[in-house]
């Protein structure tokens, strides 16, 4: 899961980055292409411009009767200037002198252009002004203007204009087709990606795999053979769990020499007391070494729990110790007609040692058979709770006693409190089970019960 996550994120953001770049990429071409059609575009305004200026200054021929405005039409070259309203205009305007004079192509028909001197727009570096104006018939036209003097002829000023709808469809056809193939180097790169990601964390995936095996009790190892760049990953997580196994048998063999070098001295100091069993200065030692025959049991089982407990890979099934352990106390209280249900689903497993689920659940059945009336359930769930990783596994135990007040129920569950000294047993029973409990990571909670006595309700680590 947590492979198929990161091979996700990493899919997300690669795909993120490579949609980023190309989407940047491609607006930085349409910008730079629509600047070259812009200066090619301006180049053939400038070119008509230059033409206009020089027919402009061409003396007039006295044997030529035409309009020298057709003349200069024809010069320019292009059909489209006499074309009424084409988009493609000229315009030569006198501005001194008292009478103005004012000379156009035919395409213009009665229409006038803007004068760009007028819109605030200043000479270039060429000595014209270049702008995007809206023109006749609410054309959108690129125009090129420029002062000339033509001296005794006076001064004018020239102005071309061309449809800037050329500029737009050249743009727009360049931005078609760059997108089409950007878009088909997406999915190739996105599909690349795809593959590289899928094949290239395909190992990490096996760790993944291998050691939730691991976790579950079906492997012991990762096993198999991994790429250079995980192989030492591999190594490393196998001499961890070696090394886990070395330190819980040197735990288990501590605590049992431990238990071996305290229970010798106990016992001789409780067989010199028993012969003086009537004194009592003996009675007070046998008293104490009973006490600290108990608190060494327990300290000694929780130190060996705690070392199984840091065991990986340790799974045992919930339905046969359940259904052990009830058989076992309906012959234990078989004279007391005493009725155990138990409710285990198939296949629920307790992630830890069998005998410590053994305990936990023996103590809180035996506790129950004992104040139960006639009758002691069993009921085990498994869970995932909303949002977590491993799911719980809860063991609900209730009889028909007579049950515990909250205050009552806070006072057993410290250790070795007894609330009726009638009853068998040292009061250790629930506080072993909390602290085992607490060891994997669990815990035990008293409440009522619905059949009205005390429901125990165990909860641990499930698989």
Wanted: with cysteine; proline share 5%.
């Amino acid at each position: 899961m947590r492979a198929n996550s990161l091979a996700t994120r990493l899919f997300v953001s690669a795909t993120a980055w490579v949609v980023l770049i190309l989407v940047i990429t491609g607006i930085a071409l349409s910008s730079l292409y629509n600047r070259s059609v812009e200066r090619a575009f301006d180049r053939r305004l400038n070119f008509y411009l230059r033409t206009l200026i020089a027919e402009a200054a061409q003396p007039d021929d006295p044997s030529d009767k035409s309009d020298k405005s057709d003349r200069s039409v024809q010069s320019l070259g292009e059909p489209l200037f006499e074309l009424p309203l084409s988009g493609w205009y000229w315009r030569m305007a006198r501005v001194d002198g008292d009478k103005p004079e004012v000379r156009a192509s035919r395409s213009l028909w009665d229409a006038t252009l803007p004068k760009l001197e007028d819109l605030g727009i200043e000479l270039n570096q060429s000595g014209v002004r270049l702008a995007y104006v809206n023109g006749p018939e609410n054309q959108r036209l690129r125009m090129v203007e420029r002062p000339v003097d033509l001296g005794s002829e006076g001064k004018y000023l020239a102005t071309v204009a061309g449809d800037a709808t050329e500029i737009d469809e050249e743009t727009q056809t360049f931005d078609l087709y760059l997108a089409v193939t950007f878009a088909a180097l997406s999915i190739g790169l996105i599909l690349t990606t795809i593959f590289q990601v899928r094949f290239g964390l395909a190992p990490l995936k096996r760790i993944s795999n291998s050691l939730a095996a691991i976790r579950s009790g079906n492997a012991e190892r990762l096993e198999g053979k991994f790429p250079l760049e995980i192989a030492p990953l591999a190594r490393e997580t196998n001499a961890l769990l070696d090394a886990n196994r070395a330190i819980v048998e040197r735990s288990r063999t501590h605590v049992g020499n431990l238990a071996h070098a305290i229970k010798t001295p106990l016992s001789v100091i409780v067989n010199e007391a028993s012969v003086h069993r009537g004194e009592p200065f003996a009675a007070k030692v046998l008293e104490q070494t009973d006490i600290m025959r108990q608190q060494v049991a327990h300290h000694l089982e929780r130190a060996r729990i705690a070392a199984r407990a840091t065991t990986i890979g340790t799974v045992t099934e919930v339905a046969p110790v359940v259904e052990a352990l009830a058989r076992t106390m309906e012959k234990i209280h078989r004279d007391r007609d005493m009725q155990i249900d138990t409710e285990v689903p198939a296949g629920t497993k307790f992630r830890g040692e069998r005998q410590d689920l053994e305990e936990m659940a023996g103590n809180l059945v035996d506790n129950a058979c004992k104040w139960a009336q006639h009758r002691v359930t069993i009921e085990v769930l498994a869970e995932r709770a909303s949002g977590a990783i491993e799911p719980t596994l809860r063991i609900i135990v209730d009889d028909d006693g007579p049950g515990l007040s909250p205050a009552e129920r806070a006072q057993v569950a410290r250790r070795g409190q007894r609330l009726d000294e009638s009853k068998p047993g040292s009061g250790l029973g629930l506080s072993i089970v909390t602290d085992l409990a607490q060891l994997y990571g669990g815990n035990l909670q008293l409440g009522a019960a619905p059949i009205g006595g005390l429901r125990a309700e165990l909860v641990l680590p499930g698989i």
